[in-house]
T-cell receptor
Framework: KNQVEQSPQSLIILEGKNCTLQ??????????LRWYKQDTGRGPVSLTI?????NTKSNGRYTATLDADTKQSSLHITASQLSDSASYIC??????????FGTGTSLTVIP | NAGVMQNPRHLVRRRGQEARLRCSPM?????VYWYRQLPEEGLKFMVY????????ESGMPKERFSAEFPKEGPSILRIQQVVRGDSAAYFC??????????????FGPGTRLTVT
């Protein structure tokens, strides 16, 4: 069964600290893995997209890693800001344009 | 360049009524995806359309749900005879031509459907 699991479910960190979110998947045939940020009441916004051959990709303070062998990905957020408070969603795409979404990690950054 | 637009943002329907959700993709995008997000759950794929064609509707319930993306105008997700279980946020995403497997998808703000 194609599944995407994220951990932790929720996380609270102090402003300025770093954090790492995890994503494990059992989706196949694997095509790409994406991380999205979803603010409350809004649609998801893409942070990174990685294909099979890429094992790290950065977007500002966000760095995603991918281990296609173990089917794991992580999203590392550096020097967190209050505006980073959101749900972070891991999405795995298969060939044929279908996507499988994790349920997200809810991040709260407190001052 | 306006982003993906969805309307209405909030829709309340009584059980048995019809719900029509509209999605205008970004300018120049000819591919539209609809997703449903139930409370406390992740987004689930429903249907993928190109102009005038349904490419993949494997995620859409076979009864009461239909989608279209006409040559002119927005994409429409139609839910007939709504039930309480249809209450959810419905997101639309658009993308430019699909030539590679890592094309970008841009999401709209969603329509929150409440069935009373």
């Amino acid at each position: 069964k194609n599944q995407v699991e994220q951990s932790p479910q929720s996380l609270i960190i102090l402003e300025g600290k770093n954090c790492t979110l995890q994503c494990n998947y059992t989706v196949s045939p694997f095509s790409n893995l994406r991380w999205y940020k979803q603010d409350t009441g809004r649609g998801p916004v893409s942070l990174t997209i990685m294909t099979f051959s890429e094992n790290t990709k950065s977007n500002g303070r966000y760095t995603a890693t991918l281990d296609a062998d173990t089917k794991q990905s992580s999203l590392h957020i550096t020097a967190s800001q209050l505006s980073d408070s959101a749900s972070y969603i891991c999405v795995v795409g298969i060939t044929g344009n279908q996507f499988y979404f994790g349920t997200g990690t809810s991040l709260t950054v407190i001052p | 360049n306006a982003g993906v637009m969805q309307n209405p943002r909030h829709l309340v329907r009584r059980r048995g009524q019809e719900a029509r959700l509209r999605c205008s993709p970004m300018k120049g995008h000819s591919h539209v995806y609809w997703y449903r997000q139930l409370p406390e759950e992740g987004l689930k794929f429903m249907v993928y359309l190109q102009k005038e064609n349904i490419i993949d509707e494997s995620g859409m319930p076979k009864e009461r749900f239909s989608a279209e993306f006409p040559k002119e105008g927005p994409s429409i997700l139609r839910i007939q005879q709504v039930v309480r279980g249809d209450s959810a946020a419905y997101f639309c995403a658009s993308s430019p031509q699909v030539g590679t497997h890592h094309y970008e998808q841009y999401f709209g703000p969603g329509t929150r459907l409440t069935v009373t």
